[in-house]
């Protein structure tokens, strides 16, 4: 059964369809469905089909009454299709706008999701948009791929490959183009290939990370679909679907390595704690041999390269067949149990002692032990500062060699793009002799105008590590950087890129890590400026004094502005004072015109700096005029005020 109608009436094409596939929902669909209807983009531009998927629980019903009290609200009834793909599909089959966006009944989403998300796609012509996502009720939602907005990127250059729930916007066209439908035969997973496919045949993908758009809900009585649906078999059919996949699409190659990671290190956790689980013996022995057949079509040199020794140790031991062997491995996996390894150092290497470690009875090579590349590089961090008159940052500390057998690869600073993939390795400058505890004082200017390989840095967050080879990275930072915690230290630097620059350094509050921001992305310069105006004089000046803590301004950086119903009516640039570090006062002061004298509630202060072609605006709230009895105004004739006194006894 349909309500309200088994067909939408003809009429304008929808921007969006929302898509929700719900079975024994209560009460969450209520929300669910209720954020939908309240978004800001109008139902009018919205085709809602809720799909009530054979539910028990009185969710049909609450479907009803909402549909009948919302007219662009369509409720499908159908018999139980045994998981979201169904539901999900028939949607499909019923959708006219021109994106669709899935929604799960658990979950809901921020009021003005869909506005932004078409706004950017059609923006910039992009086929997918993935939006921030929050936890609920205690439900870890994924963060790597959202610590900046991307108005166009791809699964090679970004981190969205980490998020493959369908709660984004896919425009319509793309998905039926490659008739990309979810997979009711997968019992877990079904969502993961239809985003994996969208992704790869998007012509760019956008992501918004400075809104809210999507709350993921924890159930209360843990009915959400992932944490029900038990056994290996059906984690191995899933993770067997994702690989032919990305097979199909991507070389074996760097690339096709990237997407497979987040299957080894987030699914493959998950299907061998199954195994572990399993009950019966030979269903666990069979769900094994189809991993180790699985891992031997895909499983590479190349794949292992990407993988943590404990984790190709566990490969291992699935390649030789070694059943009991893995399970008890597993344990000293940090996601699977508890146990942590002694060490052994040995000709300059250091060896985790997992379990049959030089066991005479396997013969395991010790390179599946050797977590030498893996060791943190200790480091005492001297100095971190952002230059104020050129914008470069100095860095200096002491560094010690993670193993004792020294430097595997000359230490470098390695600038990693947040929440991407691009990488810059900067060599430090290190003293040949060494302290008593073995460590070496080392220093780094990092110029952003030439610091991507010879030219400027992109307009990313760029987070700041110790490296030496490609495994032993060790952010770089520590509690000593609290000042840059409490301050970031902020230059405009112009010269930096064609359009003008903005660099912060600043660091995490919680670990003092250090990182390099270009552009105004998570700390914006307009509210560096601190304006604060004197009362309007008896001479109708206005006096606005403005404190900037944003080095690199030049000294006519300031200006300001009167502006009525014809435009700006006054203007004087501001006199700077001495600059004191990063921070400079400015003064400006200005008559008003006459217009402006008698109509000032039409006319409106306010504060312009410039830094070549970056520009911001700030207003100005007048303050109120001094009280009659406040006393003489500083710099009146002395002469002139004592009459005034005098006339008054």
Not at 197 to 208: E, F, K, P, Q, R
Not at 415 to 437: C, N, W
């Amino acid at each position: 059964m349909t309500t309200p109608a088994d067909t939408a009436a003809a009429g304008p094409i929808p921007d969006v369809t929302v898509i929700t596939g719900a079975y024994n929902s209560m009460p969450y669909i209520t929300r669910s469905v209720t954020s939908v209807l309240e978004q800001t983009i109008g139902t009018d531009r919205l085709q809602i089909l809720v799909i009530n998927d054979g539910s028990t629980d009185g969710t049909g019903a609450e479907l009803d009454r909402l549909a009948a009290e919302n007219p662009g609200l369509t409720v499908i009834h159908q018999e139980n299709s045994g998981g979201p793909a169904g539901p999900r599909n028939v949607g499909l089959e019923r959708a006219t706008g021109r994106y669709v966006f899935f929604l799960d009944a658990d979950d809901y989403i921020g009021r003005e999701t869909l506005e932004r998300m078409v706004h950017l796609a059609d923006t910039h012509g992009t086929d997918v948009v993935v939006g921030k996502m929050i936890g609920v009720n205690g439900r870890n939602a994924p963060t790597s791929m959202y610590h900046q907005n991307l108005a166009r990127t791809d699964v090679f250059s970004s981190r969205v490959y980490w998020t493959l729930n369908p709660m984004k916007l896919f425009r319509r066209e793309l998905v039926e183009k490659h008739r990309l439908r979810f997979r009711p035969e997968l019992r877990v997973g079904q969502d993961q290939p239809f985003t994996s496919a969208a992704y790869l045949n998007a012509d760019g993908i956008s992501v918004i990370a400075d809104y809210d758009c999507v709350y993921w809900v924890k159930r209360d009585d843990g009915g959400n679909n992932t944490s029900v649906t038990k056994g290996t078999a059906p984690r191995i059919r899933f993770l067997r679907a994702m690989f032919e996949l990305v097979g199909e699409y991507v070389p074996e190659g760097p690339r096709r390595h990237h997407l497979l990671a987040r299957h080894y290190t987030i699914d493959l956790p998950h299907t061998i704690r199954q195994l572990r689980r399993e009950k019966n013996a030979s269903d666990q022995r069979e769900a094994f041999q189809d991993m180790r057949r699985l891992f031997d079509e895909y499983y590479s040199e190349g794949m292992a390269a990407r993988l943590s020794a404990v984790e190709r140790l566990l490969m291992e031991l699935v390649r030789r067949g070694d059943l009991d062997d893995l399970l008890t491995a597993s344990k000293y996996h940090k996601k699977l149990g508890d146990r942590e390894a002694e060490h052994l150092t040995e000709n300059g290497r250091v060896y985790a002692r997992f379990p049959f470690f030089r066991d005479p009875a396997r013969n395991i090579p010790d390179e599946f032990y050797d977590i030498t590349d893996e060791l943190p590089i200790p480091f005492r961090v001297g100095r971190a500062e952002l230059d104020p008159a050129t914008g470069v940052v100095h860095l200096a500390g002491k560094i010690k060699a993670p193993a004792p057998g020294g430097w595997s690869a000359p230490p470098e600073m390695l600038l990693r793009q947040r929440g991407g993939i691009v990488e810059h390795r900067l060599p430090l400058t290190v003293a040949e002799s060494r302290d008593d505890a073995g460590y070496q004082d080392f220093r780094l200017d990092i110029d952003p105008a030439t610091a991507g390989g010879g030219e400027p840095l992109a307009e990313a967050l760029w987070d700041l590590s110790l490296a030496s080879g490609d495994a032993n990275v060790t952010r770089f930072g520590d509690r000593n950087n609290q000042g840059l915690a409490k301050q970031p230290a902020m230059h405009a630097a112009p010269k930096h890129a064609g359009s003008g620059q903005v660099v912060t350094l600043y660091a995490i509050r919680s670990t003092g890590h250090l990182t390099l921001e270009m552009g105004e992305i998570k700390h914006h310069a307009a509210k560096r400026f601190d304006v604060a105006a004197q009362p309007v004089t008896r001479r109708d000046e206005l006096v606005v004094d403005v404190r900037a803590t944003v080095s690199g301004l030049p000294a006519d950086a300031v200006r300001l502005d009167v502006e009525g119903p014809a435009g700006v009516v006054a203007s004087a640039v501001a006199h700077p004072g001495k600059a004191a570090g990063a921070t400079r006062k400015y003064r400006a002061r200005l008559r008003l015109p006459r217009e402006a004298r008698k109509h000032r509630d039409d006319f409106t202060p306010r504060v312009t700096v410039r830094a070549g072609s970056l520009a911001w605006t700030v207003p100005v709230t007048p303050a109120e005029p001094a009280p009659a009895d406040a006393g003489p105004p500083a710099g009146r004739n002395i002469v002139t005020v004592l009459r005034r006194l005098a006339a008054r006894k």
